[in-house]
């Protein structure tokens, strides 16, 4: 009984730190050109997280798919210590953008937390493959976001 209080307090606790990161801060993510880029071969690639991401696509125009990767690193701002958040798009190649999303988010994530955080990254890629992608959550990005049942910023 008390291991079960003890992890369901946990999982609250959890929830509620993400849900205040994910809110709290009106700063926009660090531009492409900031983050560090490494080969897409030295990363995890889950092979459900990519048919549930797959399952997104057709709320995006039928975009095509998305290559999806786990990153076991901090995700921060080039030249910061600062962690920035659970996942990044690359827009590099507008016609292969790549997601990132942090390890321990898609370890620790409910279904609810990672379908949100895949249609956040989704909404970036569908706007890096019509070359309107920007830095930041801009008013084409929260209008999408919204429309493909997106939530918070």
Known sequence: MLKKSVFSFTIIIFTASL????LKDQTP???IEEVKIIPAEN???DEKLQAQTDALLPLFDKMPS???FIKDEIINKEGSNT???VAYTTCESPDQPII?????FFQN???KQLTNILKHELTHVWLC???LMTVGHDEKFREKFKQVGGFGK
């Open 19 to 22: 849900l205040f990161f994910l």
């Open 29 to 31: 993510f660090p531009a």
């Open 43 to 45: 990363f995890t690639v």
């Open 66 to 68: 998305v290559r999806v």
């Open 83 to 85: 962690e920035r958040g």
């Open 100 to 104: 990132f999303l942090k390890k321990a």
């Open 109 to 111: 994530a409910n279904q």
């Open 129 to 131: 493959l019509q070359n």
